[in-house]
């Protein structure tokens, strides 16, 4: 069945440090879907892609599609304490249900 | 804005009762979900409805059972709790009518549930 992955499981960064999330889906996605989660909330909806080689920026979120639409990043420029959290992806299965990747928990350090 | 509540944060039942989390929307949303999120597991789901009285099962569907009466409610039972249920489950709606292209998923708060 599909499969959609996400590296690093973790990451803990200082202040100001830049910041990464991959997510590889097994198979072509019609969109991808990233997610924030903050501790001890629950998960909120970032941003939406659908175009192949698609880029988005959100102020110092910067979310990639790849050329082939299996894969996607989500950059994070000048971490701050606000993104701290975890940041899933999640992609389009059968009948309007979406595969989530098990997420990326970053931390930073002020 | 979309709001999607559910009827505890907190619940501690004992091994072996009938549990029942509630959730409402009130965005006439068609389709809602019932996920279980564990550390290091990601999100899980458990039963998804596309519709009043229609349910699918999801990923982990055993031991649990769902039901959906009405279109903003969607309830999520477990007949006889038991600790490996010991969890947080996470509610969520999307609008529906999308055929497959995936509607952006709006949770609700969540109840950390404890079975004992």
């Known amino acids: 069945g599909q499969q959609v992955m996400q590296i690093p499981q973790y990451q803990h960064v200082q202040e100001g440090e830049d910041f990464t999330t991959y997510c590889n889906s097994s198979?072509?996605?019609?969109?991808i879907q990233w997610y924030k989660q903050r501790p001890g909330g629950h998960p909120v909806f970032l941003i939406q892609?659908?175009?192949?080689?698609e880029v988005k920026k959100q102020k110092r979120l910067t979310f990639q599609f790849g050329e082939a639409k299996k894969n996607s990043s989500l950059h994070i420029t000048a971490t701050q304490t606000t993104d701290v959290g975890t940041y899933f992806c999640?992609?389009?299965?059968?009948?309007?249900?979406?595969?989530f990747g098990k997420g990326t928990m970053l931390l930073v350090s002020p | 804005d979309v709001k999607v509540t559910q009827s505890s944060r907190y619940l501690v039942k004992r091994t072996g009762e009938k549990v029942f989390l509630e959730c409402v929307q009130d965005?006439?949303?068609?389709?809602m979900f019932w996920y279980r999120q564990d550390p290091g597991l990601g999100l899980r789901l458990i039963y998804f409805?596309?519709?009043?009285?229609?349910?699918e099962k999801g990923d982990i569907p055993e031991g649990y059972s769902v039901s959906r009466e009405k279109k903003e409610r969607f309830s999520l039972i477990l007949e006889s709790a038991s600790t490996n249920q010991t969890s947080m489950y996470l509610c969520?709606?999307?609008?529906?009518?999308?055929?497959?292209?995936?509607?952006?998923?709006?949770f609700g708060p969540g109840t950390r549930l404890t079975v004992l």
């Open positions: 965005m006439d949303h068609e389709n």
């Open positions: 409805s596309y519709d009043v009285k229609m349910k």
């Open positions: 892609l659908v175009k192949s080689g």
């Open positions: 969520a709606s999307s609008l529906g009518h999308s055929q497959g292209v995936g509607d952006t998923q709006y």
């Open positions: 198979t072509t996605l019609s969109n």
């Open positions: 999640a992609g389009p299965k059968g009948y309007s249900t979406l595969t």
